[in-house]
């Protein structure tokens, strides 16, 4: 026998390489009990009518559709507010990959529209929200991931899955990416939503979750009708469960945290356009052109592969930084000051704050109320918002299908940016996206709802 069937003789001999041990459940005592409370309130009784069937709603899991393969299906009204944001990390995922993970789209193929390796792209965002969660200040300086019984968990009523949840310890991108793709069969059942959420939450820690929340310390799901809070679609977008949506600290005599860096996916909403609330700059210009879009009751996703839609310097431009200081004297939150607040406003601008200027600004306001907007046009006549496409294309995406029994579809626009702008009128969706782009209009290929 010769050396090198020997050796190779001797090579085949040998046992098996075993896989890498998994990292070992956990009890954590009492943090199930504790992630229930912030989740859904101390007093919550799975047998009430009302809310068994909140909890029946969100019992799903991460499943794709047949006709979109890229797009996750809603089931049920409720866990939008966790859909979304995943599936917002998706898009950034299958758009915008790192080297890494383009060769391996590359080698799988079947583009962004149609991926054959959505299971290993859902992992990844998966383990990108978790790991955002861990490197915040407050945090497990680890990701928790929650692991239901793995032999009955799928079918595992309310209070069967809390008793069953254990929680993994995982430190590094990579061990956290191959547990979630471990646990592919859990987070496509009925319980899926519910273990990501939690693992969440677990991760961020509920002392800091509740710290997030400040003085709005409100479940993360909203009864009687189940729909999430903002603060849960913050920490899943920004890592942080704050309950608002503006740049940095707002001190209103109580601090009001918001969100503190630009994220990788953005956030739009309805009642910006209402006055209600103003959207920061971080939120409204993220580092990939992706959006959460919110109504008063629903998620929904914007997308677009046009990365010039997203300023991609670090660097504020002028109305960014108008932006943002406007926000910090903008005490309602609303997006207007007073005239009274205008001298002050002007000097924290290094603007000429003389009387003549001010009297000249408010000459051209509605009565005594300052609006950003009129004020970008009176102060700034011309500017633009940024240095983005004039004409661009845009994909919606609603998780729950338009009528029953038609198949889940992105929905796609060509927008243009420096359209005519009709103030009578606009589809709730143009009335989110004008809070973006004021003078947009979008030809959509069938209409779309973000209801």
């Known amino acids: 026998m010769d050396d090198e069937l020997r050796a190779a003789l001797a090579m085949s001999m040998r046992p098996a390489t075993p896989p890498a ?10 943090l199930t009990a504790s992630i229930k409370e912030v989740v859904w309130g101390a007093s919550i009784d799975p047998s009430e009518r009302t809310i068994s069937e909140v909890l029946r709603r969100w019992a799903q899991g991460f499943t794709f559709s047949e006709a979109e393969p890229t797009a996750l299906v809603q089931t049920k009204g409720g866990p939008c507010g966790v859909l979304a944001p995943v599936q917002a990390y998706l898009m950034k995922n299958l758009l915008f990959p790192s080297d890494a993970r383009q060769a391996e789209l590359s080698e799988a193929g079947g583009g962004w529209q149609g991926c054959k390796i959505m299971g290993t792209v859902l992992a990844w965002s998966l383990a990108d929200i978790l790991v955002q969660v861990a490197s915040k200040p407050g945090s497990s300086a680890d990701v928790i991931v929650a692991v239901a019984n793995e032999a009955d968990g799928n079918a595992a009523s309310f209070d069967e899955l809390h008793a069953q949840i254990r929680y993994r310890k995982l430190t590094g991108q990579a061990a956290v990416e191959k547990e979630l793709k471990a646990m592919a069969p859990l987070l496509s059942g009925p319980n899926g939503v519910l273990l990501f959420l939690y693992s969440c939450i677990a991760t961020r820690s509920t002392a800091s979750v509740t710290d997030d ?5 409100e479940p993360l799901v909203s009864m009687p009708f189940g729909h999430a809070n903002l603060s849960l679609v913050n920490m899943l977008l920004a890592g942080t469960a704050t309950a608002y949506v503006h740049d940095g600290i707002q001190d209103l005599g109580i601090p009001l945290k918001g969100i503190e860096t630009r994220p990788s996916v953005g956030y739009l909403s309805i009642l910006e356009s209402l006055r209600y609330v103003t959207v920061g700059t971080f939120l409204k210009t993220p580092e990939h052109p992706i959006w959460v879009i919110a109504s008063e009751t629903h998620m929904t996703v914007i997308f677009s592969p046009d990365t010039r839609l997203v300023n991609e310097s670090d660097g504020e431009t002028t109305v960014t ?14 997006g207007f000051i007073m005239s009274s607040e205008l001298p002050a406003l002007l000097t924290a601008l ?16 509605d009565g005594d109320i300052v609006l950003l907007t009129t004020f970008l046009e009176v102060q700034y006549p011309g500017i633009q ?30 927008a243009k940016t420096e359209a005519p702008r009709d103030f009578g ?27």
């Open 213 to 217: 929340l400040g003085i709005d310390v």
């Open 385 to 414: 918002r940024d240095s983005g496409p004039s004409d661009f294309v845009l994909y919606h995406y609603n998780g729950i299908p338009r009528s029953e029994g038609a198949p889940l579809q992105y929905s796609r626009g060509t």
């Open 425 to 451: 009128s606009g589809t709730a969706m143009l009335q989110v996206l004008r809070t973006r782009w004021p003078r947009l209009e979008v030809d959509w290929s069938e209409p779309v709802s973000i209801s």
């Open 321 to 334: 930084k108008v932006e943002r200081v406007f926000q910090e004297h903008d005490k309602t939150g609303g």
């Open 350 to 365: 290094g603007l000429d704050a003389g009387p003549e200027n001010v009297a000249r600004i408010t000459k051209m306001m």
């Open 21 to 30: 041990a998994r990292a070992p459940l956990e009890d954590m005592i009492g």
